[in-house]
């Protein structure tokens, strides 16, 4: 038996099969367009879809990229790309070693200097962390690392009134990132000193 469609209806159907794709396709090219803002930091060995990577091919990578170094070694993007990989699995001091590498090649280079921060801080020296942002703040006004300072000084270096004051300031900055002004006000809202280290 067959079923006989006429136009009108075939004309619904490739309307709503459109539709779909149509949806498909603008779904997925916002999923991927949106850059996250304030996030948390990976675990050791995570991978940025929230897996673990093997570490023979963690390994491996590296090993080749070390490789490449040995004949560039004045590559600033793969002296980051090794870092960040000793960052995945916690090998803090390998990673600084790489960054700063990268920052005697560029000392004008802001992500460098924002890695090294996390490492230093991510390997429970703070006030090294906090020192490598006040460098940081030498080179460019970067808003974010002033918020990282000020959160520094708040929670593990017990500089309160040192806190306040950045946390100010950052919302005085023009065209600030709408989530990183509401965290500021946040953080001075709240008043509260939480020191984490002797």
């Not at 099969?17 to 060995?45: D, I, N, W």
């Not at 960040?84 to 004008?108: C, N, R, Y």
């Not at 040192?162 to 008043?191: H, I, N, V, Y």
Request: some cysteine; hydrophobic content about 45%.
């Amino acid at each position: 038996m067959r079923v006989r469609v006429s136009p009108q209806q075939s004309l619904v159907a490739t309307a709503i099969v459109f539709s779909l794709v149509t949806m498909f396709v603008t779904s997925f090219l916002y999923l991927f367009s949106q850059t996250p803002k304030l996030t948390r930091p990976f675990a050791p060995g995570e991978t940025a879809l929230g897996g673990f990577e093997n570490p023979k091919d963690r390994s491996m990578r590296i090993s080749g990229l070390v490789a490449q170094l040995r004949e560039t070694p004045a590559d600033l993007p793969l002296l980051l790309r090794v870092a960040e990989l000793h960052m995945t699995v916690g090998e803090w001091g390998m990673a600084e070693e790489f960054l700063k590498k990268g920052i005697s090649l560029d000392p004008q280079d802001v992500r460098c200097r924002h890695l090294l921060a996390a490492c230093q801080f991510s390997s429970g020296r703070p006030d090294l962390a906090a020192g490598t942002y006040v460098a940081l703040l030498s080179v460019k006004d970067d808003p974010l690392a002033l918020f990282y300072l000020a959160s520094i000084y708040k929670y593990h270096l017990g500089r309160q009134g040192d806190a306040q004051e950045l946390f100010q300031l950052l919302l005085t900055k023009p065209d600030m990132d709408e989530d990183l002004a509401q965290a500021a006000l946040q953080e001075l809202e709240s008043g509260i000193n939480i020191r984490s280290s002797p």
